[in-house]
């Protein structure tokens, strides 16, 4: 199979589709892969480095897309990106469709196949290719609030550890899920008090029982959000339902009980955000205020760390690269139930209900759809 691999046109996104060692796996199987020139640079790979490891390098974007049977990103695809993809042709990466209507739209018109990384599950029940970026932004979320908690970044001017005589700062983690725990884990580290909220008790306790007396764990409703919400020096938003929005825990009338200068980092931004003022920002103009509360909502924070999240994401993303390069596209959907969850679009059809839902379309099953398509990809 060709599998191509674009660099990454997000702002600050410096994340790369495969390493050099995932190429030279997959040219080892007789495999083609193409790199777009500079694609891997954000890590430290060179295209000599993709050269060694089997590759062939492409000038531009478009090339590989227009050779590429199989297209491996990170990020969802740009306008620019959208526009190159053809019929048939497959797209493996995130996407994040449920709050981005034109995306979808433009994935639908473009008769691709597209595979959301966010939707992938494992035999355990998880989203095994959601979690490596989930970890690294649950532990990234504090050093962003630690930052941002500083006076000349526009925060309350504190330290999260505090000071001999001087109490640490205030954490609220709303979720106890993959990037609840971690962040509540890196902030109780770092001497931060931390109040995590979920709706469910037995996350809360496993976290717990990881952590130890220094988290305070806390079942979630709205009430008792709001009064955590009033002494809250950060927040930390970690809703997630599996491909479908956020849902909205925190609203713009819980900021007024905020106290000025305490930070929101929405990680959940992605999928919509789970805070009613959020709104997606970039690497390069992260943060805005809202009646004196700071919000971070940078939709790639992974991003600003590459070589720690590509090869955490590769770890989890090869194998299902290799078995749509072995089986072909189709063959591994239908092969794979696991990975047939992460068929989000397929030949112009919507295919997971939780993005139909958001978008207020119609959905086929993806097994309905693969059937009524035999000969396709």
Known sequence: MRIGVPKEIKVHEY????????????AALGHQVIVETNAGAGIGASDADYAAAGAKIAATAADVFARAELVVKVKEPLAPERAMLRPGQALFTYLHLAPDAPQAKELLASGAIAIAYETVTSAQGG???????SEVAGR?????????????????????????GVPPARIVVLGA????????????????????LNPTDEPLQ???????????????D???????LATADAVIGAALVPGALAPKLVTRAMLGGMQPGAVLVDVAIDQGGCFETSRPTTHADPVFSVDGIVHYCVANMPGAVPRTSTYALNHATY?????????????ALRANAHLLNGLNVYRGRITRPEVAAALGTGWTEGSTALGENPASG
Request: glycine share 14%; hydrophobic share 45%; charged share 15%.
């Open 127 to 133: 989203l095994p290719l959601l979690a490596p970026m």
């Open 177 to 196: 899920g993959v990037v609840g725990s971690n962040a509540a884990e890196i902030a109780i580290g770092m001497g931060a008090e931390v109040t995590v």
């Open 319 to 331: 194998p299902f690269v290799e078995e749509l390069a072995q089986r072909g596209i189709v063959g």
């Open 206 to 220: 496993r976290l717990a029982a990881r952590l130890g007396p220094r988290l305070h764990p806390l079942l979630s």
């Open 222 to 228: 709205p009430q008792a959000i709001a009064g955590q």
């Open 15 to 26: 994340r790369v589709g495969l390493t050099p060692e995932s190429v030279r796996r997959l």
């Open 140 to 164: 990234m979320s504090i050093q962003v609030a630690a930052h941002h908690l500083e006076k000349p970044h526009g925060g309350r001017g504190l330290l999260l550890s505090g000071a001999t």
